[in-house]
Nanobody, 121 residues
Framework: QVQLTESGGGSVQAGGSLRLSCEAS?????LGWVRQGPQKEREGVAC????????GYADDVKGRFTISREASKNTVNLQMNNVKPDDTATYYC?????????????????WGQGTQVAVSS
């Protein structure tokens, strides 16, 4: 089973930027970020297919967040720009079997420990 280790996160003011990173222990196929805000359900934010870098994004992060893979590494980054208070959540890196266009992963089989993002207005 793929082991996932996240880094990044923290506190930032609205309009600012943050970068989250996720390192996978094995050869991942599809990686993504799932977030859960206060009193909200988990939702897929962005995902990427490692074979061809095909990506998917949730509508409310399109144009603001970018998921990418570091060259020659099993590491993906989530660059978060122009963040909003609604982006406040625990962000989990996840590995699945398919990356949908809406940023969600199908058949998730591994989770990271989660990292906190807090956006103040």
């Amino acid at each position: 089973q793929v082991q996932l280790t996240e880094s990044g996160g923290g506190s930032v003011q609205a309009g600012g930027s943050l970068r989250l990173s996720c390192e996978a222990s094995d050869w991942p196929t599809h990686l993504g970020w799932v977030r859960q805000g206060p009193q909200k359900e988990r939702e897929g934010v962005a995902c990427i297919r490692l074979a061809d870098f095909r990506t998917g994004y949730a509508d409310d992060v399109k144009g603001r967040f970018t998921i990418s893979r570091e060259a020659s590494k099993n590491t993906v980054n989530l660059q978060m720009n122009n963040v909003k208070p609604d982006d406040t959540a625990t962000y989990y890196c996840a590995h699945g079997r398919h990356c949908r266009a809406d940023g969600s992963l199908e058949r998730i089989d591994a989770w990271g420990q989660g990292t906190q993002v807090a956006v103040s207005s």
